[in-house]
């Protein structure tokens, strides 16, 4: 009798399926064939035999709780999903209009941790500290739920609770089964991992020589006393080492760093600052800075951005000829938006 715990299919790659199959009927071709079906219908199939199932289970992330924001951007919907252990966790449905005659698709922020030990000040899931990793069969595993639920992300961002490079094993398993081309088979350029800064998971990454992998760092202050009071991990990673890790990660010829600035009034908002930005930018090839204001959490360090300040810091980044993007806070009404995920929401609606 099989007494080893069974494995999560949507935790392996087609290959690691496989071998974990070996010895049961229909050899490497059966194997092979269970995983492209489990796949295809997000379980694995109906007829698959009980002994394959001793083995083998499709369990993810339970949907629990959905809270929605509907704006002219579309539909943001923040989703808590419930762990085996019973812990929660959160992940995000942001829409984007970029399908065929501006259809509404999405991209999904996917949690790597329940909580986070980088303690930044201005993060609400920082404030849990790290509660424990997720497993790769729970990372991708929101994938398959966000699935389930009939959403279709065309993107995915490691942009949810936790440092996604604090779990850098777990995660790069992720990124292996996500893009496997026996399984999901999603592109590289689609994925996205957004770091706060992490140089040592930066190299690991860059060690992957995946060209096609998008980066993004939360960069949020360019001098380190400034940067290690928000960003704690700034201590450990000045923004020299940062600086010199982005450097060193392969790019592709349209690669551009995603550089994710947090608008703190009084904080990071001066001429000054946009100056730095710049000159900490120009070794790093081409950027594009997402500008994020700040959304005052439970814990406010400032208050939120006037639209007047943020368009004098756009165009303060143009002067410096810094791509910039503002992003439209999406989702702040449902605690959402970035730095948010991790707190109980104000009004939720249970899932059948
Ligand atoms: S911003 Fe990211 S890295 Fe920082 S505490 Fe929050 S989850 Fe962790």
Redesign the pocket.
């Known amino acids: 009798m099989n007494t080893a715990p069974q494995q999560n299919v949507f935790g392996l790659t087609a290959t690691a399926f496989a071998t974990a199959a070996a010895g049961l009927p229909g050899g490497r071709e059966r194997a092979l064939w269970v995983y492209r079906e489990a796949w295809r219908g997000l379980r694995l199939p109906a007829e698959l035999p009980t002994l394959w199932r001793t083995v083998f289970d499709d369990a993810v992330p339970e949907p629990l709780r959905q809270v929605e924001e509907t704006t002219a951007a579309g539909t943001t919907v923040k989703c808590s999903v419930r762990l085996s252990d019973g812990l929660e966790i959160e992940m995000v449905r942001i829409p984007m209009r970029s399908g065929p005659e501006g259809a509404e698709t999405c991209t999904l922020c996917l949690s790597s941790?329940v909580g986070?030990?980088?303690?930044?000040a201005?993060?609400?899931?920082?404030r849990q500290g790290l509660v424990r990793q997720l497993t790769t069969a729970e990372i991708v595993g929101q994938v398959v739920a966000a699935r389930r639920l009939g959403w279709q992300p065309r993107n995915l961002v490691f942009?949810?609770?936790?440092?996604p490079l604090?779990n850098a094993d777990a995660l790069i398993a992720a990124l292996h089964v996500l893009t496997d081309t026996r399984g999901l088979d999603l592109a590289r350029e689609r994925l996205t991992v957004?770091?706060?800064g992490h140089a040592a998971g930066i190299a690991r990454l860059a060690a992957l020589g995946w060209r096609r992998l998008n980066l993004a760092v939360?960069l949020n202050a360019t001098d380190d006393a400034t940067r290690s009071r928000l960003?704690p991990?700034n201590r450990r990673t000045p923004l020299a080492e940062l600086q010199a890790a982005l450097v060193a990660y392969p790019k592709r010829r349209n690669f551009a760093l995603g550089v994710h600035w947090c608008l703190l009034p009084g904080i990071n908002d001066s001429r000054a600052d946009a100056a730095r930005l710049a000159a900490f930018c120009a070794p790093l090839g081409r950027v594009m800075v997402n500008l994020i204001p700040y959304n005052p959490g439970s814990q406010p360090l400032t208050r939120a951005p006037e639209p007047a300040e943020i368009e004098r810091f756009v165009a303060w980044l143009q002067e410096e000829k810094l791509p910039v993007r503002c992003r439209t806070p999406r989702g702040r009404s449902i605690m959402a938006a970035?730095?948010q995920?991790?707190r109980p929401t104000e009004s939720t609606a249970s899932l059948p």
């Open positions: 941790q986070c030990r980088l303690g930044c201005f993060c609400e899931t920082g942009m949810g609770m936790g440092e604090d957004c770091t706060a939360s960003m991990i970035c730095g995920l991790g």
